[in-house]
Nanobody, 113 residues
Framework: QVQLVESGGGLVQPWGSLRLSCTVS???????MAWYRQAPGKQRELVAR???????KYLDSVKGRFTISRDNVPGAVYLQMDSLKPEDTAVYYC????????WGKGTLVTVSS
């Protein structure tokens, strides 16, 4: 059973930055990974994904502001978030892509002045 632990969230002012981290119990070598988020009252959505050769793809609304990266051993995935906006407020989760693992608890990001 893969365990995912997200961290790094918090309260930040608009235009601020945060770096989220996700540790995975085991290696993620050969696995596509992603960050997802779920805002209050909305469905969970894919924010960014990264392939095994570190090719990346982003949700249109975060392009140019967010950067996903990874370490295969030990397994970890990161999300650098810059120029944050109030609409980025959500609980952020990491998982494989396409998602097949159980979800972790996520980390709450609140963007507010």
């Amino acid at each position: 059973q893969v365990q995912l632990v997200e961290s790094g969230g918090g309260l930040v002012q608009p235009w601020g930055s945060l770096r989220l981290s996700c540790t995975v119990s085991g290696t993620i070598f050969g696995i596509y990974m992603a960050w997802y988020r779920q805002a209050p009252g909305k469905q969970r959505e894919l924010v960014a994904r990264i392939t095994t050769d570190r090719s990346t793809k982003y949700l249109d609304s975060v392009k140019g502001r967010f950067t996903i990266s990874r370490d295969n051993v030990p397994g970890a995935v990161y999300l650098q978030m810059d120029s944050l906006k109030p609409e980025d407020t959500a609980v952020y989760y990491c998982n494989n892509y396409p998602n097949t693992w159980s979800w972790g608890k996520g980390t709450l990001v609140t963007v507010s002045s």
